[in-house]
């Protein structure tokens, strides 16, 4: 991964918690960390007109939440660089910025102050479906370790990112990289004048998740691969595998590219008990 690691603050519980793991990614991976508040001005202060005055309670909000977060990340990784930086915008505006220059954001899946609202509403869709970089996105529960890396794998070119990713994930993690592959039964299988060799379905799958890997193995042969082929809803399968990380894959970005966080990446954001990372198609 290159460039920083920038991590959204508010104070919340699960943007606390995103510090805490953007600070462990940053150490795992050597980068720096950019600890970002989003400052959003009310109308009748817009931005441009006047600098905020020293008293302004809402800038001295934003800076006791970025000393607070910075003390904690220092603590948790003291060798990590961390600088801080009050953004001003609206939360989605500065978020999706912020990716232009990061190697990685990471976000609590709710926040307040600075990201008002349920980040899995508007905001994360945007950002996670619009982001020039990797998006993570953390919640304050916390999660017994179990040393696994999982990342959902279809047979369409959307999954490429998301298998580097998850590859480099558990390789500096030393975790084992569970590659989940979900398939359904198609409704005409249901049907007894039509005969589905399901054994050979599932071989079919094998095969292409498979495939879909072997280039990643052979750049990573240290990292220890299993792979999960599961008859069951993707959003099931992928949120039911006990993982570290949940590793997702989503279309390029562009005007609409909110519209193309799919039902499946969507769906494990809202639904995931751990730590997602939403990784983009890369463009042509």
């Not at 817009?46 to 939440?65: I, R, W």
């Not at 990342?151 to 030393?174: I, K, M, N």
């Not at 997702?248 to 997602?276: D, E, I, K, N, Q």
Request: charged residues 20%.
């Amino acid at each position: 991964m290159t460039g920083q690691v920038i991590v959204g603050a508010d104070g919340s519980a699960p943007a606390t918690a995103a510090v805490a793991w953007a600070a462990d990614d940053a150490a795992r991976t050597g980068a720096g960390l950019r600890i970002v508040y989003a400052l959003e001005r009310l109308p009748h202060n817009p931005v441009g007109v006047a600098a905020l005055a020293q008293d302004d309670l809402s800038l001295c909000e934003a800076t006791k939440v970025l000393e607070a977060a910075e003390a904690a990340a220092r603590a948790r990784q003291p060798a990590v660089p961390v600088v801080t930086e009050i953004a001003e915008g609206p939360p989605a505006a500065v978020l999706e910025e912020q990716t232009r220059r990061a190697g990685e954001l990471v976000i609590g899946n709710r926040g307040m102050g600075g990201f008002t609202g349920a980040l899995l509403g508007s905001v994360t869709m945007r950002v996670a479906g619009r982001a020039y970089c990797p998006v993570v996105v953390v919640r304050a529960d916390p999660q017994e370790p179990v040393g696994v890396v999982g990342v959902g794998v279809d047979d369409s070119g959307t999954c490429e990112p998301a298998l580097g990713y998850g590859f480099e994930q558990a390789r500096l993690r030393h975790a084992v990289l569970r590659l989940i592959h979900a398939w359904q039964l198609p409704v005409h299988a249901f049907a007894p004048e039509i005969f589905l060799d399901v054994e050979e379905t599932r071989a079919g799958h094998h095969r292409m998740l498979s495939e879909r890997a072997a280039g990643w193995a052979s750049r990573y042969p240290d990292v220890t691969v299993v792979a999960d082929v599961q008859n069951a809803h993707p959003v099931a399968a992928l949120t039911g595998t006990a993982c570290d990380l949940l590793v997702v894959g989503t279309h390029g970005r562009g005007a609409l590219g909110a519209l193309f966080l799919g039902s499946v990446s969507r769906g494990v954001l809202h639904h995931a008990r751990g730590p997602v990372a939403v990784i983009r198609e890369h463009e042509p």
